[in-house]
C-alpha cells in the first residue's frame, strides 16, 4: 500500500516538532515548510496539507488558491484567529477545515482521517456532469453554466450547489448543509447556509432552490 504524503506548513518550530513526530508515529510521510518560499516545490507531493495562516511572510490564504491549481488536496487550516469572519474567510478561500490553536492532536489526526477517505471518495466517483434542467455542473474541472453562460461561483458556493443539484428534489435541514456541505456537525451558526442559498439565488435565478418553512432547501427538478 502507497503511503499516504501529508504536508505541514507550519512557522512555530516547537508546534512543528511535535506534529511532525505524532503525525510520522501514525504512519504518514511527513514533507514540512516552514514558510511559503518551500510549498510550490513541495504542495503537488502531498494528499493533504495542514496548514497555518499566519506566515513569516504573511496570511496564507494570499497564496492559498494558487497552491490548489498546482494539486487540489484537502486542506486543514491552523490559526489562532478565532472570529467566525476568519473561519468563514479561510473555507470560501478554499481551505477544507478549520482548527483554532491551541489544539488536540488527537482531533487533528482525527480530521485528516475523515478528510482522507471523504477524499478517496470523491476521486473514485464518476465525474459525469450533474445536469439539472438549464444548469450544468462539473465536478472535475469545477464550471456551472447555466443556459449556456459560465456562472463564477465561490468554493462553498459550487459545493452547495453541487450537493442539492446532485441530489435534486430531496430536501435537506440547515444541519445536514453543513455537515454535508462545509464538512462537520458544529459550525458558528446556521445563518451561514441561508447566505450561501441567497447567493445561490442571486447569481442564477433560473434556479429554484426551494424553502420548506421550519424544514430547510432543496433544488426542484426541472
Known amino acids: 500500500m ?36 518551500k510549498v510550490e516545490a513541495l504542495w503537488p507531493k502531498a494528499d493533504l496539507v495542514v496548514l497555518d495562516r499566519q506566515l513569516p511572510e504573511g496570511d496564507s490564504l494570499e497564496w492559498l488558491e494558487g497552491w490548489k491549481k498546482l494539486k487540489n488536496v484537502p486542506v486543514i487550516m491552523l490559526t489562532a484567529m478565532v472570529s ?16 483554532t490553536k491551541p489544539f488536540a492532536e488527537a482531533e ?24 439539472v434542467g438549464t444548469l450544468r455542473i462539473n465536478s472535475a474541472t469545477r464550471s456551472v453554466i447555466c443556459s449556456e453562460s459560465e456562472v463564477i ?6 459545493d452547495l450547489l453541487a450537493f442539492l443539484a446532485k441530489n435534486a428534489g430531496r430536501v435537506f435541514t440547515r444541519d445536514e448543509l453543513l455537515d454535508q456541505v462545509w464538512g ?8 451561514t447556509v441561508d447566505t450561501h442559498v441567497l447567493q445561490l439565488r442571486q447569481k442564477l435565478p433560473e434556479i429554484e432552490i426551494e424553502t420548506l418553512r421550519g424544514v430547510g432547501y432543496r433544488m426542484k427538478m426541472q
Open 2 to 37: 502507497t503511503q499516504t504524503t501529508l504536508l505541514l506548513i507550519e512557522d512555530d518550530a516547537n508546534l512543528a516538532d511535535g506534529l511532525l513526530a505524532s503525525l510520522e508515529q501514525n504512519g504518514y510521510n511527513v514533507l514540512y515548510a516552514e514558510n511559503a518560499t
Open 84 to 99: 467566525v469572519r476568519d473561519r468563514v474567510g479561510g473555507l470560501d478561500s478554499g481551505a477544507t477545515d478549520y482548527m
Open 108 to 131: 487533528l489526526l482525527a480530521r485528516i482521517r475523515v478528510h482522507l477517505r471523504r477524499n478517496v471518495t470523491e476521486e473514485d466517483t464518476t465525474q459525469d456532469d450533474i445536469v
Open 153 to 158: 461561483l465561490t468554493r462553498t458556493e459550487f
Open 184 to 191: 462537520y456537525n458544529h459550525y458558528p451558526t446556521t445563518r
